[in-house]
């Protein structure tokens, strides 16, 4: 079945630390892949998307390539910093299902 | 925000007694979820549904049901609760973008629920 294995930290870094947080997927066909984050007591919101290979998604100076050939969708940022800390979940969606899969979350604190 | 409520936004109940959730959306958006957080875990999907009385299982559904007599509102019951049902609680609605080969899921700010 279709599914998303995530790195499951937690993650501490220091500001101005490179960032990255990996994502393998398993599915059949093509799937839309995602991030999303989740800031302290809020909901999930979209990160970025990547809807086919070798697309590269970017936001907030995050950024995730869609790799077909090693069904990966690895998050990074070259720079992070303290109000980049919450937990971040990448996802896939496969056309069909109208669902989304969602791996376990990466809880990532930046210190000062 | 995409415009998503939820309520209550925290609940306090005992083993046993029945508890409702509210979502409600303000845009008529086809698709609504349930989903609950819990450490270690992730989010995990509890029931969907893709129209008024349509509604599906998720992967966790057992001990929960659902209704939606109207597009803006989906409601969550917890027949009997039971301890294991402590967690964060969220609703999403799927928006389609015109085009596009995914549909973008919005999150409501989630629901606490702790069963004692």
């Known amino acids: 079945g279709n599914s998303v294995t995530q790195m499951e930290g937690p993650v501490t870094l220091s500001e101005e630390a490179f960032l990255t947080i990996n994502c393998t997927y398993t599915?059949?066909?093509?799937?839309?892949l995602f991030w999303y984050v989740q800031y302290p007591g809020e909901g999930l919101q979209l990160l970025l998307k990547?809807?086919?290979?070798?697309d590269k998604g970017s936001n907030k100076g995050f950024e995730a390539t869609y790799r077909k050939e090693t069904t990966s969708f690895h998050l990074e940022k070259g720079s992070v910093q303290v109000s980049d800390s919450a937990v971040y979940f990448c996802?896939?969606?496969?056309?069909?299902?109208?669902?989304?899969?969602f791996g376990k979350g990466t809880k990532l604190t930046v210190n000062p | 925000d995409a415009g998503i409520t939820q309520s209550p936004r925290h609940k306090v109940t005992e083993t046993g007694t029945p508890v409702t959730l509210r979502c409600h959306q303000t845009?008529?958006?086809?698709?609504m979820y349930w989903y609950r957080q819990d450490p270690g875990h992730g989010l995990r999907l509890i029931h969907y549904?893709?129209?008024?009385?349509?509604?599906d299982k998720g992967e966790v559904s057992d001990g929960y049901s659902v209704s939606r007599s109207k597009t803006e509102d989906f409601l969550l019951t917890l027949e009997s609760a039971t301890s294991s049902q402590t967690s964060v609680y969220f609703c999403?609605?799927?928006?389609?973008?015109?085009?596009?080969?995914?549909?973008?899921?919005?999150f409501g700010p989630g629901t606490r629920l702790t069963v004692l």
């Open positions: 999403a609605i799927s928006v389609q973008t015109s085009g596009a080969s995914y549909n973008e899921q919005f």
């Open positions: 599915a059949t066909g093509y799937p839309s």
């Open positions: 990547a809807t086919k290979a070798d």
């Open positions: 996802a896939l969606f496969y056309g069909g299902s109208e669902k989304l899969v």
């Open positions: 845009e008529n958006h086809r698709y």
């Open positions: 549904s893709y129209g008024v009385k349509d509604t």
